[in-house]
């Protein structure tokens, strides 16, 4: 049934080990996150409109306006995924959009692929119909694919499903179920870059060394099937140095910078067993794992050098409807 007004959430998420190497085939292990994205979308006239904080977006009669070029960077491949959707599915003139996030933008959170995710289901329960998981995360990577050219899928998978899991792309993925709750560090190091600028950063550099490139995902192969063995017993002490493993390939192929440095050094001597970036790295965010009791004590050491840092829980569900 057709409503006035629908609201949905998606989840933001961290890679726990395996990005870029996964653009490449390899399996990558990646866990949703307590920040969401929450979506409402309500009928209107004509025409659509999007707004995200101060930004907005606004498209009548063939004509876009918007409050600033960076509302337009920001909300155009969103108003592509709506007007795609209104066309589909039909049933409304005219849709508003209204955006609202607790999750850092352009720092390797998903955050893009988890408003397009809420957006697709706040829209597609607007218009009456349910969407199958499979068809939010086809809507969401049509949007992740405008935003960052050559995307694996993943931040649409994890958005969509929610919980940890593995992903290998096209599309092949298993869930974990975790022995307890799992806790993290993050660090949002406050530098902002674009997904798709790195992911090509990392082309350039897999097609300038093709044998050394083939090596660091080998050697990334055999430390995912470790990796996947410390979530069984949730084994923090190794699961921490794999990710300082990990770290030093994603440093090795040009991703990291001196800030990440920083933070997975302030972190590991306040007490994380391992620390690394998370996403597509050129800044964004740095995630640890400590014990948990650790976790608040840490937070506070290193919330003097690195004030935006906070205690993650994973495992979070994946994009809903929000009765209001
Ligand atoms: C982005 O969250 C992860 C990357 O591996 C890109 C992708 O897999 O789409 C950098």
Same mark, same amino acid.
């Given at each position: 049934? $057709? ?5 949905? +959430? ?5 890679i726990?080990w395996g990005e870029h190497f996964v653009v490449y085939?390899?399996?990558a292990? =990646? ?11 309500? @009928? ?34 969103? %108003?592509?995924?709506?007007?795609? %959707?209104? +066309? ?18 352009g720092a390797g959170?998903? &955050? ?21 998981? +499979? ?13 960052h050219? $050559?995307? +694996? ?26 022995? &307890? &709750? @799992? ?6 190091t406050?530098e902002r870059r674009s997904t798709g600028k790195l992911v090509e950063k990392v082309s350039r550099f897999a097609?300038?060394n093709?044998?050394?490139f083939?090596?660091l995902k080998?050697?990334y ?12 017993? @949730?084994?923090?002490?190794? %699961?921490?140095?794999? %990710?300082? @493993?990990n770290q030093l390939l994603l440093r090795a192929v040009g991703v990291s910078t001196e800030d990440i440095e $920083?933070a997975v ?11 690394k970036l998370t996403g597509a790295g050129g800044g964004g965010c740095v995630?640890? =794992? ?17 004030? $935006? ?9 994946? =994009? ?5």
């Amino acid at each position: 049934m $057709r409503r006035e007004r629908a609201k949905a +959430s998606a989840p933001g998420k961290v890679i726990l080990w395996g990005e870029h190497f996964v653009v490449y085939g390899s399996t990558a292990v =990646v866990t949703a996150i307590d920040c969401r994205v929450d979506v409402v979308c309500s @009928l209107i006239g004509e025409g659509v409109s999007i707004r995200s904080g101060r930004a907005v977006c606004s498209k009548r009669g063939g004509v876009v306006r918007c409050s600033s070029s960076s509302a337009w960077r920001t909300l155009h491949p969103l %108003m592509g995924l709506v007007e795609a %959707m209104l +066309s589909e599915l039909g049933g409304a003139d005219g849709v508003e959009v209204v955006i609202s996030s607790d999750m850092p933008r352009g720092a390797g959170l998903g &955050s893009s692929a988890a408003v397009s995710a809420a957006t697709a289901k706040a829209l597609s329960t607007l218009l009456g119909h349910e969407l199958s998981p +499979s068809d939010v995360k086809r809507w969401a990577m049509r949007a992740e694919q405008e935003i960052h050219g $050559r995307p +694996s899928g993943i931040d649409p998978h994890i958005t969509t499903v929610g919980g940890t899991l593995t992903y290998r792309r096209p599309d092949t993925w298993e869930g974990i179920e975790l022995p &307890s &709750s @799992l806790r993290l560090l993050v660090i949002d190091t406050g530098e902002r870059r674009s997904t798709g600028k790195l992911v090509e950063k990392v082309s350039r550099f897999a097609a300038e060394n093709r044998t050394i490139f083939e090596e660091l995902k080998a050697f990334y192969d055999e430390l995912v099937k470790e990796a996947l063995d410390t979530l069984k017993t @949730l084994d923090l002490k190794r %699961m921490g140095e794999l %990710m300082r @493993l990990n770290q030093l390939l994603l440093r090795a192929v040009g991703v990291s910078t001196e800030d990440i440095e $920083r933070a997975v050094e302030v972190l590991q001597r306040s007490g994380a067993y391992g620390a690394k970036l998370t996403g597509a790295g050129g800044g964004g965010c740095v995630i640890a =794992v400590a014990e948990d009791d650790e976790l608040e004590k840490i937070c506070e050491r290193t919330s003097r050098a690195f004030p $935006r840092v906070w205690v993650a829980r994973c495992s979070e569900p994946g =994009v809903r409807v929000e009765e209001e």
